[in-house]
T-cell receptor, first 114, second 116 residues
């Protein structure tokens, strides 16, 4: 158990819809990261928050947005969903103080867009 | 543009033999390199890392080698065990020191199967 909690674990929705994925980081971790893993792809970095502020942005579509709340949990909002958005979405956290690259991942949220 | 590449999607090894997983990268600014292991229906878990100032790091059966001139790293598992069967992701970190940012770039993974 990494200590990172993601909900929901599975989500099936239709094209054009909007969904919200939730992540609770490990206790004490200030940084939250979102990654997308599509079929046969590596983990693509989407966005990072550190103590409530956006810190780094990767290949995140404009239809996607995220935020980190004062209690440090984070939400990833995906809107105007397309078939190609079907993927595993991972949240990860780190303390943000040791720059070694080690992240702790949740079990992921599997999104299926029909 | 894939900055971290794992060119072998799969690898099969007999139990007790050595498993060698390879990874190449393009960005010379990476300062930490990591290997993550992923079982089905679970998130990736950290396995071992190496700083760019070193060329080898060993932890039990796992050893990571870094060749900076070739921009290449490898993970050696010896002896391989059936429980090692998983997908292994190579990752590289370009940390922005003092900012708390810690951006990891992942390869596409290599599925290791250890045959009993």
């Amino acid at each position: 158990d990494s200590g990172v909690t993601q909900t929901p674990k599975h989500l099936i929705t239709a094209t054009g819809q909007r969904v919200t994925l939730r992540c609770s980081p490990r206790s004490g971790d200030l940084s939250v990261y979102w990654y997308q893993q599509s079929l046969d792809q590596g983990l693509q970095f989407l966005i990072q928050y550190y103590n409530g502020e956006e810190r780094a942005k990767g290949n995140i579509l404009e239809r996607f947005s995220a935020q980190q709340f004062p209690d440090l949990h984070s939400e990833l909002n995906l809107s105007s969903l397309e078939l190609g958005d079907s993927a595993l979405y991972f949240c990860a956290s780190s303390a943000g103080t040791r720059h070694t690259g080690e992240l702790f991942f949740g079990e992921g949220s599997r999104l299926t867009v029909l | 543009d894939q900055q971290v590449k794992q060119n072998s999607p799969s690898l099969s090894v007999q139990e007790g033999r050595i498993s060698i997983l390879n990874c190449d990268y393009t960005n010379s600014m990476f300062d930490y390199f990591l290997w993550y292991k992923k079982y089905p229906a679970e998130g990736p878990t950290f396995l071992i890392s190496i700083s760019s100032i070193k060329d080898k790091n060993e932890d039990g059966r796992f050893t990571v080698f870094l060749n900076k001139s070739a921009k290449h790293l490898s993970l050696h598992i010896v002896p391989s065990q059936p429980g090692d069967s998983a997908v292994y992701f190579c990752a590289a970190s370009a940390a922005w020191r003092g900012t708390g940012a810690n951006n990891l770039f992942f390869g596409t993974g290599t599925r290791l199967t250890v045959i009993p």
